[in-house]
T-cell receptor
Framework: GAGVSQSPSNKVTEKGKDVELRCDPISGHTALYWYRQSLGQGLEFLIYFQGNSAPDKSGLPSDRFSAERTGGSVSTLTIQRTQQEDSAVYLC?????????????FGDGTRLSIL | RKEVEQDPGPFNVPEGATVAFNCTYSNSASQSFFWYRQDCRKEPKLLMSVYSSGNEDGRFTAQLNRASQYISLLIRDSKLSDSATYLCVVNKRWGAGSYQLTFGKGTKLSVIP
């Protein structure tokens, strides 16, 4: 597709379950980012990938969070043993390269609700 | 001091008004800047990049003041469709070959008929 695609668009799960969120970046974009946005709050950086290089995981809030990017394209963000505070919208963005002047293009997000 | 600070608003302005938002950033190593807009329950979308010389896109004008470390966005002749949250975004070099994008929490604008 033309834009960043995320799935699922909504996810409701019970506390303690694992969830997997998917992001398909814009074709040709080598940089991929994950953010989290809680209700009424700003964007919280989680992780980024540049091509096949090792990711910058500095924003991941705990070791329950992990992400991978296979083949330099699709990425999955996994949250293990979910907690209620994990409820948020998880946004994925991509850019042509991880350059200073490159804007990021966002997907519609996955709205995650932990019961 | 937060890395990127914005007045959360809300700014309630009548249609046709001119409104300006400021954003300050703390890291003098910051090298590129953007304004994004985010509609309620939607993803952020790039509004415009901010260049050192200032730039204009229709009714929108962005300015950068490196000495004072602030960025501004001016909206002229406000439309109802301008109602949104405006996010200030700062991109800086972080480590060798790495960059980090920091988003402000946004300024909410409501344009009133």
């Amino acid at each position: 597709g033309a834009g960043v695609s995320q799935s699922p668009s909504n996810k409701v799960t019970e506390k303690g379950k694992d969830v997997e969120l998917r992001c398909d970046p814009i074709s040709g974009h080598t940089a991929l980012y994950w953010y989290r946005q809680s209700l009424g709050q700003g964007l919280e950086f989680l992780i980024y990938f540049q091509g096949n290089s090792a990711p910058d995981k500095s924003g991941l809030p705990s070791d329950r969070f992990s992400a991978e990017r296979t083949g330099g394209s699709v990425s999955t963000l996994t949250i293990q043993r979910t907690q209620q505070e994990d409820s948020a919208v998880y946004l994925c963005a991509s850019s042509r390269e991880q350059g200073l002047g490159q804007p990021q293009h966002f997907g519609d997000g996955t709205r995650l609700s932990i019961l | 001091r937060k890395e990127v600070e914005q007045d959360p608003g809300p700014f309630n302005v009548p249609e046709g008004a001119t409104v300006a938002f400021n954003c300050t950033y703390s890291n003098s190593a910051s090298q590129s800047f953007f304004w994004y807009r985010q509609d309620c329950r939607k993803e952020p979308k790039l509004l415009m990049s901010v260049y050192s010389s200032g730039n204009e896109d229709g009714r929108f004008t962005a300015q950068l003041n490196r000495a004072s470390q602030y960025i501004s966005l001016l909206i002229r002749d406000s439309k109802l469709s301008d109602s949104a949250t405006y996010l200030c975004v700062v991109n800086k070099r972080w480590g060798a070959g790495s960059y980090q994008l920091t988003f402000g929490k946004g300024t909410k604008l409501s344009v009133i008929p």
